[in-house]
Nanobody, 123 residues
Framework: QVQLVESGGGLVRAGGSLRLSCTAS????????MGWYRQVPGKQRELVAT???????NYADSVKGRFTISRDNAKNTVYLQMNSLKPEDTGVYYC?????????????????WGQGTQVTVSS
């Protein structure tokens, strides 16, 4: 079973930046796609960024141009650099893994989730 540990969240003012990290173990990290998700109370979990095993990236429209996803296979870690943060970026951020981007869709059933990391953006 995959173990996922997210970190790097915090409280930041609008316009600020944060860098999230997610370390995965128990899976073939380099062969899998990775995704970052955001969850706000009362709303469904949103997939905000994905990166494939060959480093192709994709972003939700709400974060395009502001967030950058990257990965370090040697460290089994995926990152989310978040710039120009807005109050609407507030939420708990999670990562997860799958064989491809389709496997990362939030309506899929995942074997496990990490504890997430809270991001709060004040106006």
């Amino acid at each position: 079973q995959v173990q996922l540990v997210e970190s790097g969240g915090g409280l930041v003012r609008a316009g600020g930046s944060l860098r999230l990290s997610c370390t995965a173990s128990g899976s073939i990290f380099s062969a899998n796609a990775m995704g970052w998700y955001r969850q706000v109370p009362g709303k469904q979990r949103e997939l905000v960024a994905t990166i494939t095993s060959d480093y192709s990236t994709n972003y939700a429209d709400s974060v395009k141009g502001r967030f950058t996803i990257s990965r370090d296979n040697a460290k089994n870690t995926v990152y989310l650099q978040m710039n120009s943060l807005k109050p609407e970026d507030t939420g708990v951020y999670y990562c997860n893994t799958g064989r491809n981007v389709a496997a990362l869709l939030p309506q899929r059933i995942f074997a496990s989730w990490g504890q997430g990391t809270q991001v709060t953006v004040s106006s």
